[in-house]
């Protein structure tokens, strides 16, 4: 005896939906990389799919299914990063959803990154938090949907404010004078000794779109992110290690307009084999340790775009 499905029946209120489906599926993500071990992924997914006027429910149970398909390949080595593991859950959807035109999955992780500490070469771990996104959407070939996918992270680092450390440069110039040390000498204390300024905790955000069969490697995106403040930042830090990163970051001094220019620059020379239509999102969010209110800065532009800019 069959039982009845009633999610196939007409609704009441004949509407299509945009999006219909689970969020918050936490799974365990294992990618496996050609001679490394594989990076592990604690992670939730949002899957959706769009639902036309005629049905009154999606199937839901077969976006667990694809889901669980799709991390077995994963674990075997067939997909090659996160973003893959959201386009082929967003192909498979459309497979398993006949009546979908348009699929969407969403993924967050945390990674987890060993790291050294700048003196000491002391061990420590830092968390990340990355996000994959895909589209697919169905064409007249049915078998070939396009699909469009992203990869990005957030990371964590340190800035210092310029203009707090000009004003403090100049007050320590007029004692200077006052002391009635020689300008010579003023000019080297300044060139070895960056002047005190408030500090932010830095969050910086990159974002990279792309269609096709292209991986955007997420550890380069970490390392363009955490190259864009004014300094790293560690869970662990020794006395050496503190008087490293506080000096680095002093004589590195970036507003958050910086950060997003310095990320724009460095992702035009580090993903230099993208194609010119590849959708960059950068943003940055500085929270501010002698106001309330926190900076932020944003971009977003194709990689032609930024490539443009950057050789004016």
Do not use: W
Not at 111 to 125: A, H
Not at 224 to 242: F, H, N, P, Q, T
């Amino acid at each position: 005896m069959s039982l009845p499905d009633v999610q196939s029946t007409a609704p009441d209120v004949r509407i299509s939906l945009t999006r219909v489906g689970v969020k918050n599926v936490k799974k365990l993500v294992e990618v496996c990389r050609p001679g490394k071990r594989p990076v592990i992924f604690i992670s939730e997914f949002d899957v959706f799919v769009d639902l036309p006027s005629s049905l009154k429910g999606a199937n839901l149970s077969r976006n667990f299914e694809v889901i669980d398909e799709v991390l077995q390949q994963a674990t075997s080595g067939e997909v090659k990063g996160i973003e893959d593991v959201c386009g082929i859950v967003s192909k498979k959807l459309l497979d398993h959803h006949e009546y979908a035109d348009r699929t969407e999955v969403f993924m967050r992780s945390f990674y987890m990154i060993s790291r050294e500490t700048p003196v000491s070469k002391t061990s420590c771990q830092e968390v990340v938090n990355v996000y994959a996104h895909a589209i697919a959407q169905r064409t007249a070939n049915k078998d070939k949907p396009i699909i469009r996918k992203s990869v990005g992270a957030e990371v964590t680092g340190i800035t210092a404010c310029p203009c707090a450390q000009n004003i403090m440069k100049d007050h320590a110039m007029h004692i200077m004078e006052k002391l009635e040390i020689p300008k010579e000498k003023q000019d080297a204390f300044f060139s070895e000794i960056p002047m005190a300024s408030h500090n932010q905790r830095g969050k910086g955000f990159l974002c990279v779109e792309t269609d096709g069969d292209i991986i955007v490697p997420l550890d380069k995106i970490v390392t363009v992110l955490k190259e864009s403040m004014s300094a790293r930042i560690y869970e662990l830090l020794k006395r050496g290690d503190e008087s490293y990163v506080v000096m680095a970051a002093h004589k590195n001094a970036r507003f958050v307009e910086d950060c997003v220019r310095e990320m724009a620059r460095q992702v035009v020379t580090t993903f230099v084999d993208l194609p010119g239509d590849a959708a960059v999102t950068i943003r940055q969010t500085n929270e501010e340790s002698i106001h309330q209110h926190d900076a932020y800065a944003e971009r977003k532009a194709t990689l032609a775009e930024l490539r443009d800019e950057l050789k004016a």
